[in-house]
Nanobody, 120 residues
Framework: QVQLVETGGGLVQPGGSLRLSCAAS????????MGWYRQAPGKQRELVAT???????NFADSVKGRFTISRDNAKKTVYLQMNSLKPEDTAVYYC??????????????WGQGTQVTVSS
């Protein structure tokens, strides 16, 4: 069974930094695109950033220039480095991965979410 486990959330002051990690485990043939999404109270879940298996990245306009996404394929892990954090970045952050369980079967997986709170 495939699982995604996120770590690294917490409370940070405005202007601060946090690094989120998400590690995949289980029987995996290949991990395709990985990404981070977030959901603030009363709002819909939104894309933050994605990274393909060849490290092509995509970012929401609201985080461009402040957040970076990277991955370590050997560790089956994706990272989100968040700098210059703002109160509006406060949300539950979810890891997502498009995973091939074998060459003919792909499924979408989500982590359990990690809270990021930006407040003074």
């Amino acid at each position: 069974q495939v699982q995604l486990v996120e770590t690294g959330g917490g409370l940070v002051q405005p202007g601060g930094s946090l690094r989120l990690s998400c590690a995949a485990s289980g029987t995996i043939f290949r991990i395709n695109t990985m990404g981070w999404y977030r959901q603030a109270p009363g709002k819909q879940r939104e894309l933050v950033a994605t990274i393909t298996s060849t490290s092509v990245t995509n970012f929401a306009d609201s985080v461009k220039g402040r957040f970076t996404i990277s991955r370590d394929n050997a560790k089956k892990t994706v990272y989100l480095q968040m700098n210059s954090l703002k109160p509006e970045d406060t949300a539950v952050y979810y890891c997502n991965a498009d995973i091939s369980l074998h060459p003919q079967l792909r499924r979408d997986y989500w982590g359990q979410g990690t809270q990021v709170t930006v407040s003074s």
